[in-house]
């Protein structure tokens, strides 16, 4: 399989780099091809801009989708974005590893969603009517392919439990998890999420380690979190509502993983 890893860490000698480098003779040795768009190795610009659409009036206002939309179906996209989009085509699973700065993607990793994610590509794909709206949440681009977060916290992992202070961590990535990977198509295996780095000894980095090792190895038979499909028949359309009488028994986010 072709896996392609889009990382976001500034120093290769820290935690994250190890990881990656371990995570990707890991995945060579299986006998996977692996690709990685190192972010800050490359540069990579985040700040999505006029200069992204090599098509656009640029005496007209700059009105990103229909730029994005253009550009894109006229072929007309920066060469860094067209590259990734290549990339992300090519591969059968998606790996973003980051740490979690500030509850989220760095923003250099958001930025890198926001360019190579464009109309017609990342969002605004299939039809849209009343009884569809678009190819998204389980449809898409993406769909067949996997994806997957490997995230580094230095909080505790009880901060980030049901009760915990910093909130459950599956709601803080839910919108990387459903938005950002579930939305244009992917099935979003559980994120691998490694707690307290400042803590990290020799012991404990060789554990985490092989239990990445293991994760890795079920990138193609691991369960997929069971996200609900838009146009699978549990949402009102066009108002996006959950229908009456599922959900059941769940509070927030929850409402939106499938009944069993």
Not at 153 to 173: K, M, S, T, V
């Amino acid at each position: 399989m072709k896996v392609l890893m889009v990382y976001a860490h500034p120093e290769p000698r820290s935690l994250n780099g190890a990881l990656r480098d371990f995570a990707v003779a890991h995945l060579r040795a299986s006998g996977h091809e692996v690709l990685v768009s190192d972010l800050y190795a490359m540069g990579w610009k985040a700040a999505l801009d006029g200069d992204d659409f090599l098509n656009r009036d640029a005496s007209a206002p700059l009105k990103v989708e229909l730029a994005s939309k253009y550009a894109f179906e006229e072929n007309a996209q920066s060469a860094d974005i067209a590259n990734e989009q290549k990339k992300l085509l090519a591969a059968d699973a998606v790996i973003l590893q980051f740490p979690l700065w500030w509850f989220t993607m760095p923003a250099i990793l958001k930025g890198w969603v926001e360019r190579v994610y464009a109309y017609g590509f990342g969002y605004g794909v299939g039809e849209h009517s009343d009884r569809r709206w678009g190819d998204r949440y389980g449809e898409g681009t993406f769909k067949g392919k996997r994806a997957m977060l490997i995230v580094t916290a230095g909080g505790w992992a009880e901060h980030y439990a049901e009760r915990g202070i910093n909130g459950r961590i599956d709601d803080l990535l839910f919108p990387i998890n459903h938005g950002v990977l579930h939305y244009p198509g992917f099935d979003v295996l559980p994120s691998f999420v490694i707690y307290r780095t400042g803590r990290m000894d020799e012991a404990r980095y060789l554990r985490t380690r092989a239990e990445l090792g293991e994760r890795l190895d079920t990138l193609w038979s691991a369960e997929p979190i069971p996200y609900r499909t838009q146009n699978g028949g549990d949402y009102e359309i066009p108002s996006m509502q959950l229908k009456s009488g599922l959900g059941i028994g769940r509070l927030g986010l929850d409402i939106h993983l499938a009944d069993r």
